[in-house]
T-cell receptor, first 113, second 115 residues
């Protein structure tokens, strides 16, 4: 069965810390991997990764994909309280029984002042 | 550019009733996908519509159905509601220029409560 597994499920850090969120996957026909941030509303898009080893960066956030080992990481440096959210990883998988976008359960990040 | 809009935002129904949710995608987006989000199961894919055709379907019972109109607006219907259908229903749209890689933009969701 196609699946996307995120770890840890929750994380509590202090402002200024650096965090690494993990996403591993097993899917039938991998096309790309997406990261989203979800606060008390709908998910907002962060990154789309399709090629191994190419880091994507946006401010303090960065992400990289390893298609050989089937995982991705999302790094957040110098965390701020505004980074508190659930971070979702999703894999685009055409032809799988679960449809074209499979989500992990998310990592709940809490950043304390 | 206006974002994805969903109506209604909140809905309360009783078991056995049916419900219709609406989603208007970002202008120019032709793909619309629907998701169910619950605390226990997380985000689960329901179906995707593109150019009025259901292009992909998740693993949900036939009580869940949808359609897309020529202006790309989409509706989702759930018949014979069950308590377990209580969830946040999210709609997302994507552009044809995204290369089919589903870079999606989500609406605010419809919170459905089944009593």
């Amino acid at each position: 069965e196609d699946k996307v597994v995120q770890s840890p499920l929750s994380l509590v850090v202090h402002e200024g810390d650096t965090v690494t969120l993990n996403c591993s996957y097993e899917v039938t026909n991998f096309r790309s991997l997406l990261w989203y941030k979800q606060e008390k509303k709908a998910p907002t898009f962060l990154f789309m990764l399709t090629s191994s080893g190419i880091e994507k960066k946006s401010g303090r956030l960065s992400s990289i994909l390893d298609k050989k080992e089937l995982f991705s990481i999302l790094n957040i440096t110098a965390t701020q309280t505004g980074d508190s959210a659930v971070y979702l990883c999703a894999v685009v998988n055409y032809g799988g029984s679960q449809g074209n976008l499979i989500f992990g359960k998310g990592t709940k990040l809490s950043v304390k002042p | 550019k206006a974002g994805v809009t969903q109506t209604p935002r909140y809905l309360i129904k009783t078991r056995g009733q049916q419900v219709t949710l609406s989603c208007s995608p970002i202008s120019g987006h032709r793909s619309v996908s629907w998701y169910q989000q619950t605390p226990g199961q997380g985000l689960q894919f329901l179906f995707e519509y593109f150019s009025e055709t259901q292009r992909n379907k998740g693993n949900f019972p036939g009580r869940f159905s949808g359609r897309q109109f020529s202006n790309s607006r989409s509706e989702m219907n759930v018949s014979t509601l069950e308590l377990g259908d209580s969830a946040l229903y999210l709609c997302a749209s994507s552009s044809p220029d995204s290369g089919g890689y589903n870079e999606q933009f989500f609406g605010p969701g419809t919170r459905l409560t089944v009593l």
